[in-house]
């Protein structure tokens, strides 16, 4: 679903508007000049809110915004960052310095109003702000939506643990952006004292992480993670100095035993030769790069200890939290299905999740075959087991984190979490390969909050009536949450969503039916709960780096 959303946002994104009345608006670098969108509200793109430091800088945390003299016409420049090939790359830009914010205002004079900032996905390899146009809850619903580049792959994310390359450019990034909001968004008509975060996917998983950083502490009211959480084996890289050599063997870069050496590698090559996809082909439900737990070092640290331990600690601020998933998330995996279900039956152990630690290969292998037959059930992964396989990839990947994740939340103390399934589908979902079965597939929720319908056009003209009525009571919900910190506030049409406890109880299913559910993840929730119990393995921050040469400094 990614894929297909990339490559018709990217079509979209080609499409601005070129007519229409200005805004001026004063923040504190200059004056902007927003225009008016034929859809409703003021837009205003390419907003510098930080500086990436370039060349072997380019690792550390993000500089000061510019500030102009001049108004600033702020249009859309389609600027977007370092990035492998993919569909959205198709008439942008791609810059070193390419963090940008796009602000989208109402048509109105009213004040204080509430702020939506959306981080964007695409595992940490892929995307931009833009990817998200969300034109419509802007106008249908009063709130200023904020959107964001922020670095990615290599350049974001490369976690050495030396002062040139700490980690987390990316995350400092995001920071950076929700301080320029609290500055910045009031001129607007904006709130700063109720913003909501909300992300999908790898921007789910970012929002998740905020809430534990001490550094973002205090920037933001709520959060709403959309398929993505922070207790997961894709939200932090278990081992990033190898990581780091691995990548660059995939670059023909091989003397990756020498430290130094690496680092001068990754410091000293063009950043347009140190950009690739990678996680299109990663069995063991991780990615190369992610956020990092980092080494102390001068600079300040975005995450310095293991999600897990935070949580377990209580040691962050609490806020409200609206998560959930879709109920077909391993639909994502249909992508690798042709390549990877003979691979599966051969040798299940290379997908169990990379969070999973065994003391040899024999007791790896057995706890694979336990996976498979509880999943399978004795079937092979083939067109008769796609179900099975999709159930097991939304399972590992997105639906065991989730509840995982809120567990832990919950027994820490934190009360005020509100955990949902999302499964609407209608006759224009596809259905999944090799059956006639539809599910709502990866961030599917999000794609009902945003503009038109998933791979379409932004026009709402020709959705279901079922879909435009989905729509909008997703819309409300969300509306509600970002205004009250509650799904359903008191006095709703919809039904009453207490906050969920430990065992995922209560959540809500928000199908073509919405109803109030008992144990989220039922089937499958003990099988991973043992598995963790013994076999998990944390995130670590990278070594002390060796001392350097004299001659090399």
Known sequence: MLLRFLTVVAVLALCSCDEGEWKEVRIAQGVLRGRKDPDGPYTFYNIPYATAPTGP????????????????????????????????????????????????VPDTEEINLPVMVYVHGGAFELGSGNMMPSKHLVREKNVIVVTFNYRLSVQGFLCLGT?????????????ALLKWVQKNIASFGGDPDNVTILGISAGSISVSLL????????????????????????STQIDPVENAKNYARMLDFHDVDDFNA????????????????????????????????????DEEAFLTDSPYNIIKNGNYKKVPVLVGVSNME?????????????EMNENFSDFLPADLQFKNEKEKKEVAQ?????????KPVGQESVLDYVEYFGDVMFAYPTLRTVSLLVESGHDQIYLYEYSFVDEHTPVVPHTNVRGADHCAQSMSIFDGVPFG??????????????KATMRDIWYNFVVHGKPVPEG????????????GSPYMSLGREIDLLDSFLKRSASLWDKLYAKYYRQSKAPPQPPKKDRSEL
């Open 211 to 234: 809430m534990l950083s001490k550094s973002a502490e205090g920037l933001f009211t709520k959060i709403v993670p959309e398929s993505g959480v922070s207790v997961a084996s894709i």
């Open 57 to 104: 800088d380019r690792y550390k945390a993000p500089l000061p915004a510019p500030v102009w003299s001049q108004p600033r016409d702020a249009v859309d420049e389609k600027v977007i960052c370092f990035q492998g090939k993919n569909p959205f790359t198709k008439g942008c830009t791609m810059k070193e310095d390419c963090l940008i914010a796009n602000v989208l």
């Open 492 to 503: 709703s049409p919809l039904p009453a969503w207490p906050a969920t406890d430990a065992t």
């Open 370 to 378: 336990k996976v498979k037959e509880f999943y399978f059930r004795g």
């Open 163 to 175: 002062a040139d390359a700490p980690g987390n450019a990316g995350m400092k990034d995001q920071v």
């Open 330 to 342: 391993g639909i994502l995996q249909m992508m690798n299905y042709e390549r990877w279900k003979n």
């Open 262 to 297: 690496l680092e001068a590698f990754y410091k000293n090559t063009p950043i347009e030769s140190l950009v690739i996809s990678t996680f299109w082909d990663i069995k063991n439900i991780s990615l190369v790069f992610c956020p990092c737990i980092e080494r102390q070092t």
């Open 457 to 470: 056009t932004p026009d709402e003209s020709n959705l279901t009536p079922e879909y435009k009525r989905m």
